[in-house]
C-alpha cells in the first residue's frame, strides 16, 4: 500500500480505484516551486507501485491547472545555484521517464490556465479534458528560455511540426475550442462538469480489461519513449544554456 501522506503540495484522494491527484498551490495558479517539482517525480512512481488505484486523475487546485515553474518564487533554490540548476534538471529528465514508464491510464482535468510545464504535465497524460475556461500554452519563449522540458518531444506529435514550432516559438495561449480544433486536447467540457465526466471515463477504464488497457498504453508509450530519447536531452541541453546565461 502506498502512503500519499508525505506530500505537501499535491492532494491525493482515492475511491473506486481511482487516484484524484490535486496540485494544491492555488495563490500562485498551482505554479512549480523546487518541492513540488520533486514531488511530481516522485507521485507518477508511487502511482505506478501502487497496488489499490487502476486510473489517475490530474487537476490543480483553484482557478489553475498549473502555470508553470516558479522562476521567480522557488523552483531554483538554495546558495549553490549551479548544484539547485543540476538537481532540477535531472528532475525534470526523470519527471518524462517517470510519467511514460507507467501503465495505468492518466486523465487529465484542466480546470483553468496551464502554461510551460504545466500544460506538458497535461498533455503527457493518455486523455486530456479541458475545461472550457482553460486556456494552454507552451510559455517558455516568454521568459526566454528553450521549451525544452517536453514541449519540444509532445506538441509536434500531437498538433504536427509546423504547427508545433509557431506555437512554441511565440509561447501564445489558446482557448480550449481552439485547443481541441488543432487536436491539442481530446474533449472540452463545462467547468460545472468537468471533474464527473473526467470520473466517469475514468470509470469505464477501470471496469475494463486490465491487461489489455495498460498493454495498449505500453505499445503507443513504446513511440513516445522513442521519441524522447531523440528529443528531449537535447532540448533541455538548450533549456539549461538560457537558464545558465540569465543566471550570470
Keep these: 500500500m502506498v502512503d500519499y501522506k508525505g506530500y505537501e503540495f499535491i492532494l491525493f ?17 498551482n505554479s512549480v516551486n523546487a518541492k513540488l517539482h520533486t514531488e511530481l517525480v516522485e507521485m507518477y512512481a508511487d502511482f505506478e507501485r501502487d497496488d489499490e488505484a487502476d486510473v489517475m486523475i490530474l487537476t490543480g487546485a483553484g482557478r489553475g491547472f498549473c502555470s508553470g515553474g516558479d522562476i521567480g518564487g522557488g523552483i531554483v533554490e538554495g546558495e549553490d545555484v549551479e548544484k ?8 525534470a529528465r526523470k519527471l518524462i521517464v517517470n510519467i511514460l514508464e507507467v501503465d495505468k491510464p492518466i486523465l487529465a482535468a484542466v480546470n483553468g490556465p496551464a502554461a510551460g510545464l504545466g500544460v506538458t504535465l497535461a498533455l503527457f497524460c493518455d486523455i486530456v ?10 510559455t517558455h519563449v516568454k521568459v526566454g528560455v ?7 518531444v509532445i506538441w509536434p506529435l500531437l498538433v ?17 475550442e481552439e485547443a481541441f480544433r488543432i487536436g491539442l ?12 465526466v473526467v470520473r466517469d471515463r475514468a470509470r469505464q477504464l477501470v471496469s475494463g480489461s486490465t491487461l489489455a488497457i495498460r ?16 528529443v528531449l536531452d537535447y532540448s533541455m541541453h538548450l533549456e539549461k544554456e538560457c537558464f545558465e546565461r540569465m543566471l550570470r
Design 13 to 29: 484522494e482515492k475511491e473506486e480505484r481511482i487516484l484524484t491527484a490535486t496540485l494544491n498551490r492555488p495563490d500562485s495558479l
Design 84 to 91: 539547485a540548476m543540476e538537481q532540477i534538471f535531472w528532475e
Design 129 to 138: 479534458y479541458a475545461s472550457e475556461k482553460a486556456r494552454l500554452g507552451d
Design 146 to 152: 528553450v521549451a525544452g522540458d517536453g514541449g519540444a
Design 160 to 176: 504536427g511540426v509546423n504547427r508545433a514550432k509557431e506555437l512554441l516559438m511565440t509561447g501564445d495561449m489558446l482557448d480550449a
Design 185 to 196: 486536447v481530446n474533449h472540452v467540457v463545462s467547468h460545472e462538469q468537468l471533474m464527473e
Design 215 to 230: 498493454g495498449t498504453k505500453k505499445s503507443v508509450n513504446a513511440y513516445m519513449k522513442w521519441m524522447v530519447n531523440q
